[in-house]
């Protein structure tokens, strides 16, 4: 079983060691994880467009290639998730392949943006809104609801860890990230 | 033709004459425009996850019957587009729907990040890193590679606005929108 492993992690110093991390925990449950970092692609004289557009690419095809994804729906730079892990979630789930994610920030998407001081007002129809005057969608999930609602597991536990927030920095902790290769090998036997 | 209208402007107080607006512009061009709120969903007695997911399975279903798809990319709290925006754009690559983006806000999203004064330092490698120590991605693009590289046109004007810059709100003009209607009219006949 091959596993494409979605999230911002790719962003931090330390991006190679956390993707070996996970994919020896995908190992341990007999699966392959496919790390966005894994294609060794030639940059060398390519343009930035041009490059991007390689990784592009070369994501698509590990994705194509994956029997499941898992993704780290982790808040990214605001209360939401990372705009890549989005669209990679969106495209395994219009192929069907099953998605699995989880995030180490427990709180409602609604309450990560009153942490970050984004609700500027409640209107009439009791919604909370930005300082754009954006309504903040509240339907007690995570997460705007597309991509919440393309996990396979929607209400399982795997979303939350009770007493814990990840709002000062990513969390890097992979307990969360077990338990959905866990339930990925376990649906896909 | 059916279009489907991904963007954050659901999200506005007038989120429905915008939807109005922009299927007349459609309309003008011979095609539908799918705006996600024209299901007549009845969600009454529904649990907020139920609702949600009626959401999303009325929104899948609009893509799933377009043509194309257009997508508003604005910066949606912080220096990305909205995850749900994100995630409609790989749903509908997945499936080869022909992707036209627009954005009021030509800045490259590290010039974004920038403006927010999110660079909290440049690294040795000359990479801008946030509070977070996540790299800025920068690929001289508007946004994460993934959901720009979707695009059919990629380095069309009709990313670009020059002299303009909706940083301090959802810039609701259409002009972009009208841009890439004619794009997406045009290819499909």
Excluded at 3 to 25: C, D, M, N, S
Excluded at 50 to 78: H, T, W
Excluded at 104 to 119: F, I, K, M
Excluded at 136 to 156: R, T, Y
């Amino acid at each position: 079983m091959k596993i494409y492993l979605a999230g911002p992690e790719v962003f931090l110093a330390e991006a190679r060691e956390i993707g070996e991390r996970k994919k020896q925990i995908c190992g341990k449950y007999g699966a392959v994880g496919h790390y966005p970092l894994d294609a060794a692609l030639d940059l060398a004289g390519l343009s930035p467009a041009e490059a991007a557009r390689l990784i592009f690419k070369a994501n698509i095809n590990a994705i194509d290639d994956s029997d499941a994804l898992i993704a780290n729906m982790a808040p990214f730079r605001g209360p939401g998730l990372d705009g890549g892990t989005a669209f990679e979630m969106g495209y395994a789930a219009a192929l069907g392949i099953p998605i699995y994610a989880y995030t180490n920030d427990p709180r409602s998407y609604l309450g990560r943006a009153r942490s970050l001081g984004l609700v500027a007002r409640v209107d009439e129809h009791g919604r909370s809104r930005d300082a754009q005057d954006l309504e903040i969608e509240d339907f007690g999930l995570i997460d705007n609801l597309m991509p919440v609602c393309s996990a396979k597991e929607l209400s399982k536990p795997m979303f939350w860890r009770a007493g814990t927030s990840a709002a000062e920095g990513l969390d890097t902790g992979l307990a969360m990230f077990e338990a959905a290769v866990q339930q990925a090998v376990h649906a896909f036997r």
